[in-house]
């Protein structure tokens, strides 16, 4: 279970196809699509991390093409052994038309930046400030 929910567009590259398998699964696994993005933290200094999202891949499905724009609302796992961020989408709703064609992000929102949301406890007396 996640305790952070990240919100934003988000680029998506490089899809690759897997299969997942739980532990109680017999089969041979859900089949999901992996994405490369990049989740950008500050827009001051244009600091960003690597991620990956993971998608339910429904059989005969095809990836999206590289570049495709994706409006996420999901929960977020960061952390070095995934390599930077894992995010498991709640809501996954790709912008439709050709991510090669000039006039495709006329047709994407502007949003601010990326939302984060945190749960958690402060166990440390003093400030309350962090950096991302």
């Known amino acids: ?7 934003g ?3 998506l ?3 690759r196809h897997t299969l997942m398998k739980t532990t109680t699964s017999n089969g041979p696994g859900t089949p999901f699509f992996l994405y490369s993005l990049q989740l950008q933290l500050s827009a001051s200094n244009g600091t960003s991390m ?15 093409p590289d570049g495709t724009v994706a409006y996420i609302h999901g929960k977020v796992h960061i952390a070095p052994e995934v390599g930077g961020a894992m995010l498991e989408p ?3 709703f790709p912008y439709p038309g050709d991510p ?6 006329a047709g ?3 949003m601010v930046g990326t939302t984060f949301t ?5 166990v440390q007396s003093g400030s309350r400030n962090f950096v991302l």
């Open 1 to 7: 279970m996640s305790s952070a929910l990240v919100t």
């Open 50 to 64: 690597d991620g990956t999202v993971r998608v339910y891949a429904p059989s005969g499905s095809q990836p999206l």
């Open 13 to 15: 590259y490089a899809a």
């Open 118 to 122: 945190g749960l958690g406890t402060v």
């Open 108 to 110: 994407i929102p502007d």
């Open 100 to 105: 090669e064609d000039d006039a495709y992000e």
């Open 9 to 11: 567009n988000f680029g």
């Open 90 to 92: 709640i809501y996954f």
